[in-house]
Structures are given as structure tokens and as C-alpha cells.
């Protein structure tokens, strides 16, 4: 927390604010160790006058910025969203000449943003109530806004109001050419950002809050996860993902168990898994190399049925830390476009508002002519390397059958490990790419960017990531070459994740993240704060959901041909909790994440490999010769297996949808909160409109 001074510095000298003062009244930490000192600007706000003021954000400005610049953006930031403003508390930094500007939040600021973003907080009964600001009195907690608001909450509402900001009238930015004359209704944010006013912007940590949260998350020997700690440092975008990476990673043991029990007691299991790891000649799939029926068969029913219960499971858990984390009642709301968005100035037929308008025509004509066909030439570039994947397995087969030794037998890895790595840097490629042409399509709302975003790249995830084991699978029917592909994704991928999640973060953090680790207690604020900025920006949830998503449909899929997927996934995921805790606490810039009610989009890519689970397991149990020879047994002839094949997998089918039906989404009490919570919104807005009328 810093204490505002009450002199007022001059426009071109020094700058700086205090922090905490010890008992004998001399200051703790200084911005600026000069004399000279300035305030931060005052609230537009009487009520919200107040001695304490937390630096929530910093803004880094260009290196040419000059003074005259820099003090029209901190008058834009501290004036009243009446008169165009951001209506938040704004400091200099060093000096009127620094680079740098700290923001804050005034409570009237904050708690209107609350209402806006529709969260729900405690009300004086104890109930969660969604937030009314002209009930604002009864509800715990309102006048302490580090209590009554997370600190993300509070770090994310100024981003909201900043990249809110929008010109009332033509406006020239002073100190900048007339090129950059702001046009009523611009985006004024996005404007200086593609100026080079703004070069960056992101929230400050809390280096006393963070400390707790090291020690009760990654450095302690605990085996449950901080998540309300999480939730009010991070946010519920980061808590959420954790919550189910924890969740999903304790889910695995029943499958691990069954996977190792299966393993000890079928020698014929064993042969299998030791050829498809040694890398011997493959048996002849006439022979006995199938599946075990008596094995396997139980692995892929599990299978089936443990991904449905686990994500009914946590669809119940999601409702009910939503809950507790007041996001149950987020809702899409008719809020300013997205600071990108762009198009002809017009009046908005739902609003009202004078803003940028874009015709849906004209996006899915984008869609349709470059994202579709661009989208397209990977999944061909998919396509390409699985052709070569192929080519390059024939090769080395013919020459360990041609040569017949140790090193033709090691040579049996190569296909399986460059094409492991061209995937990898596909999807690398792929994710860059398909961040432009959702970018490019402009849509409006932040939900409708990020919804189209990731529906990209989860199409290109799971052709890229299973395209090759369908083929085996289905048109090669290859089950002995599917399990050896299996085991070499599941333990490659392990070992280079291990690399790049904890030897790689440990070496940025021995030897490039030194000068945070070397501050000083009475080092300056402006120092730390500059400290932070040296780190790179966190890269997002994109590749951990990834992750977890491919790991999932390895399992699900076809863990029936390698039993001890589930084991190597567990062993990884253990890993995997403390190491992401670890990356996003020390060796990234802190994140802005908006509240979310859940995981979205992800949860549906989950449960759509769930039930394509059925068909995958169905298949492979088709394809084991002791079915085959069942049914020959039988007098059944392929065409009545397959018949019988189908009968199984809509009985399945329909045994998942009883599954789903019989675990409700939410639980009972958590249902009925949200019922009580729209009825309570619905009479605050009764009351509301006769109060708006009789006046």
C-alpha cells in the first residue's frame, strides 16, 4: 500500500510517492528519493478520498514521449467518465520525464465496474447477491475494497476502464502529429497504443501476497492446491485452471490403478508393451497380436464410462467454485467493442451508442474467402507430414529387416520422433497464425474473440494430434504399429515435457531473471516496479489446455492398446502442478485475467472426445482377433461383428447419456442460489424502474 503526499510537485520536477511509514514517521520505501514529491491525482469522487492508494497497474509510455503528453493521459486517466475520462487515480512515477505511469482505483470506480461486470458479492444475509451499486450499502465489505474485491478483480477493472476510454468529440493529443488526432468515438487507448504513447501495460505484484502464495502453493509439501489464494491473486481464469489440472490429475488414479493391475496379470499384455518400447519385429496381427479381450476390453468399457463421470463430476465442482467466487451470474453484456475492433462510425441499433460498426456479412465473407482456406492449407500441412511419417516407416523397416541389428533397431524411433517434433512446431506456427485471422475477422465482443479463437485451434489440435492414430486405427488396422505409436507419443512427450517444464525454468530463472532475485528490500519502488516489466508476459492458458486436452484423449481413446497410459499421465501431471505454479509466480510478468464463470470452450472439446471415446474403443475391440475368432466361433460374419459392434456402441451411448443425466451440472443448493440470485436481480430492476418513473 503507498501513502499519497500532500505537496504537489512541479510540472517538471521530480516525482514521488510514499510508502508505509514506520513508528518514528520516516518513510519506508520511496519512488523517488528526492524531495520533491507530487500526489497522485485526486478522485473525481468526494467519497473516494483517501490517504491509502494501492498501485494496481503500471503503464510503460514510449521513450519519446514527451512531458506534455504525459500529463494529458494522466488528466485523461484521473477525470470523471462524465467528462471522457477514466475516473481512476494516476501517478507520475519518477518525474513529469519518466516512462512510466502507476494506476489506481478510486471504490466508486470500482464498484460501478463491479455492476458492470456482473458479479455476484456477499449481501448483508450472507447470500451471494448480484452486485447493485445502488445497493451497495448492503453488502458486506463495501467500503474495504481489498476485502470486498479480489486483488485480480481490482487490477483487471482498471485495464477495463482504461481500454474503455473513447472520445467524445475530435480531440488532438497534445505533443503528438495530426495524423494521431483522435475522431469522436475512438478508441483512445488503441489509438495512443499505435502511436507509441503506450508501449505496455500490466498489473503490479504484490510482493508480500505473493510470498504467501509461494509458500502455501509450490514450496510447501502441500498436496491440495490455495485455489481461493489463486483466485483472489491470479483470478478465476487461472484459478479455474488449475482447479481442473488438480482435479483431472487426482481423476487419474482409478484408471492408473486399473492400467497397472492389467499390466501385472496379463503376460500377454506385458509382451505387447515390451515389444512396442524395445521395438522388436511386430508379430503377425493374424497370430495373437491383438488385443486381450479379457484385458483390454475392460480398459476401453472404463475408459468410456470414466470420462463421462469425470467430466460430470467436474461440471458439478466448476458450478460450485463459481459460485464461491461470485462469477456464477456473468453474462454477455452490451458493453464497448473490443479496443481492436474497428469499422464505419454509426449509431448501434441495441445500445444507441455512437460506435464502430462492422456488418456480420462482411465478417463471415472473411471468414469464408481467408480464415476457412488458411485453416485448410495446415490441416493439408497435417496431412503432408503424416505421408512422410509413413514413408520414413516403411524405409526404416526395410533396412532393419535388411540389416538386423542394434542400431536398425534403434533407428525403428526415428519416424515416430521427427514427426513428434514436426507436429510440435506446426502447432506452434499454427497458434500464431490462427491469433491474425481471428484478429482479422474483427469481431466485437472479447467472448466472441476468444470463442472463435480457440475454435481454431482446437480443430487443428486434434486432427494434428490424432490424425495419424485414426488412420492406424481405422484404415490400416494396424493395432500392434497404434500401440507402438502411442507409447512413443506418451513417453516422448513426457520427456520433452519435463524439459520445458521445469529444466528450462529453472535455467531462465538461474540466469536471466537475476535482477529480481538481487533486489533489496530499500531498493526504489520505481526500480521494482521497472524489475517486473523485465520479465517476459505470461504466454496464456492456450498451451496448458492444450496439453491436458491431448493427454486427455489419449486416454480416453486408446488407452485400451497401452494400459499404462494413465500412469505415465499421473507420474507427468504431479510434475506438471507445481512447475506451471512455479513459472506463473517467478518467471512471467503478472497476467490480466477477466472473470469467467468456468473453463468455456474447453469443457465442450472435453466432453466431445468423451463420446467420441465410444467409437474409437468400439473399433479397436473390433479389430482383436479373439473377437474375430469369437465370431467366427459364432458363425458371424464380418458384416454381422460390425452389426453387433454398433449394437455395443449405442448402448453406450446410451448408458453415457443416463450417466449424464443421473449427475446433474449443478449440485441441488447451487441450483437453487442461482434461481434466488435472478429472482433478486429481477426485483432490484423492478424497483429500479418505478423508482425511475415516480421521479
Known amino acids: 500500500m503507498m501513502k499519497a503526499e500532500d505537496d504537489e510537485g512541479g510540472a517538471g520536477g521530480r516525482l514521488g510517492f510514499l510508502k508505509q511509514q514506520d513508528s518514528d514517521g520516516k518513510p519506508l ?65 519518477e518525474d513529469a520525464r519518466g516512462s512510466i505511469i502507476v494506476v489506481s482505483a478510486p471504490r466508486c470506480t470500482l464498484l460501478r465496474a463491479t455492476e458492470e461486470l456482473g458479479l455476484c458479492k456477499v449481501y448483508h444475509t450472507g447470500e451471494m447477491e448480484a452486485f447493485s451499486y445502488n445497493d451497495r450499502d448492503n453488502f458486506r465489505n463495501s467500503n474495504d475494497m481489498e476485502a470486498f474485491l479480489t486483488l485480480a478483480e481490482r487490477e483487471y477493472i482498471v485495464k477495463y476502464e482504461l481500454e474503455g476510454l473513447r472520445a467524445q468529440k475530435d480531440l488532438r493529443i497534445p505533443g503528438l502529429p495530426d495524423k ?29 501476497k505473493l510470498k504467501q502464495l509461494k509458500q502455501a502453493w509450490y514450496l510447501g509439501n502441500h498436496l491440495s492446491q490455495p485455489l481461493d489464494s489463486v483466485n ?26 486399473l492400467g497397472l493391475s492389467i499390466a501385472y496379470y496379463s503376460g500377454e499384455v506385458q509382451k505387447e508393451m515390451g515389444d512396442s518400447v524395445s521395438k522388436s519385429p511386430l508379430p503377425d496381427i493374424q497370430d495373437d497380436s491383438g488385443l486381450v479381450v479379457s484385458g483390454h476390453m475392460i480398459q476401453a468399457v472404463f475408459s468410456m464410462l470414466w470420462s463421462t463421470v469425470v467430466m460430470e463430476l467436474w461440471k458439478r465442482r466448476s458450478a460450485t467454485l463459481s459460485y464461491r467466487w461470485g462469477t456464477l451470474q456473468l453474462a454477455e453484456r452490451f458493453a464497448e467493442p473490443r479496443p481492436s475492433f474497428h469499422g464505419n462510425l454509426g449509431v448501434n441499433p441495441v445500445t444507441g451508442r455512437v460506435e464502430p460498426l462492422f456488418s456480420e456479412w462482411q465478417r463471415d465473407l472473411r471468414m469464408l474467402l481467408v480464415s476457412v482456406p488458411v485453416v485448410g492449407m495446415f490441416l493439408g500441412l497435417v496431412v503432408l507430414g503424416m505421408m512422410c511419417f509413413y514413408f520414413g516407416e516403411a524405409q526404416v523397416k526395410q533396412l532393419h529387416k535388411d540389416w538386423d541389428s542394434y ?177 506463473i509466480c517467478k518467471l512471467f510478468r503478472k497476467p490480466f485475467y477477466a472473470p469467467v464463470a468456468g473453463m468455456g470452450v474447453w469443457q465442450i472439446a472435453f466432453e466431445v472426445l468423451s463420446f467420441v471415446s465410444v467409437v474409437s474403443n468400439c473399433w479397436l475391440l473390433l479389430l482383436s482377433p479373439h473377437i474375430q ?56 430492476l423492478r424497483q429500479m424502474t418505478l423508482e425511475v418513473r415516480e421521479s
Open 629 to 684: 475368432v469369437w465370431g467366427q466361433e459364432n458363425g458371424l460374419s464380418g458384416g454381422n461383428l460390425l452389426l453387433v459392434a454398433v449394437i455395443i456402441e449405442h448402448v453406450l451411448f446410451l448408458v453415457k447419456f443416463i450417466i449424464a443425466v443421473v449427475i446433474p451440472d449443478e449440485p441441488y443448493w447451487i441450483r437453487k442460489k442461482r434461481e434466488h440470485i435472478e429472482y433478486a436481480s429481477m426485483q432490484a
Open 407 to 583: 542400431l536398425s533397431q534403434t533407428l525403428l524411433y526415428i519416424p515416430s520422433v521427427l514427426h513428434i517434433v514436426y507436429t510440435n512446431m506446426l502447432g506452434n506456427v499454427y497458434r500464431t497464425v490462427a491469433q491474425s485471422l481471428t484478429e482479422f475477422e474483427n469481431h466485437r465482443e472479447e467472448s466472441a474473440y476468444e470463442n472463435h479463437l480457440t475454435a481454431k485451434v482446437l480443430v487443428f489440435t486434434f486432427f494434428n494430434n490424432f490424425a495419424v492414430l485414426f488412420h492406424i486405427a481405422f484404415y490400416k488396422q494396424d493395432v500392434p504399429l497404434l500401440r507402438k505409436r502411442l507409447a512413443s507419443l506418451l513417453i516422448v512427450t513426457q520427456l520433452v515435457n519435463q524439459v520445458t517444464e521445469v529444466v528450462i525454468p529453472f535455467l531462465v530463472d538461474r540466469f536471466i531473471s537475476a535482477p529480481r532475485r538481487n533486489e533489496k528490500e530499500d531498493d526504489p519502488q520505481e526500480d521494482k516496479f521497472r524489475n517486473q516489466r523485465a520479465l517476459p508476459p505470461f504466454p496464456g492458458l492456450f498451451a496448458e489446455y492444450i496439453e491436458l486436452l491431448v493427454q486427455f484423449g489419449y486416454l480416453s481413446l486408446f488407452s485400451c492398446v497401452f494400459p499404462l497410459t494413465a500412469v505415465l499421465l499421473l507420474l507427468n501431471n504431479m510434475t506438471e502442478i507445481r512447475s506451471d505454479a512455479y513459472k
Open 29 to 93: 520505501n520511496k519512488l523517488s528519493s528526492t524531495p520533491v514529491k507530487a500526489d497522485w491525482t485526486k478522485a473525481s469522487c468526494p467519497c473516494c478520498e483517501s490517504q491509502q492508494v494501492e498501485p494496481l497497474v503500471l503503464v510503460k509510455l514510449g521513450d519519446k514521449v514527451g512531458p506534455e503528453t504525459k500529463r494529458w493521459l494522466i488528466r485523461l486517466i484521473g477525470a470523471a467518465q462524465k467528462d471522457g475520462g477514466a475516473a481512476l487515480l494516476a501517478h507520475p512515477g
Open 232 to 257: 483472489e491473486y491470479f483470478g478465476s481464469s487461472v484459478a479455474f485452471y488449475f482447479s481442473f489440472l488438480d482435479f483431472y490429475t487426482w481423476s487419474l488414479l482409478p484408471p492408473a490403478v
Open 180 to 208: 494521431y488526432t483522435l475522431q469522436n468515438r475512438d478508441n483512445i487507448w488503441q489509438k495512443l497504443c499505435s502511436a507509441g504513447v503506450v508501449v505496455d501495460m500490466f498489473p503490479l505484484h504484490n510482493s508480500e
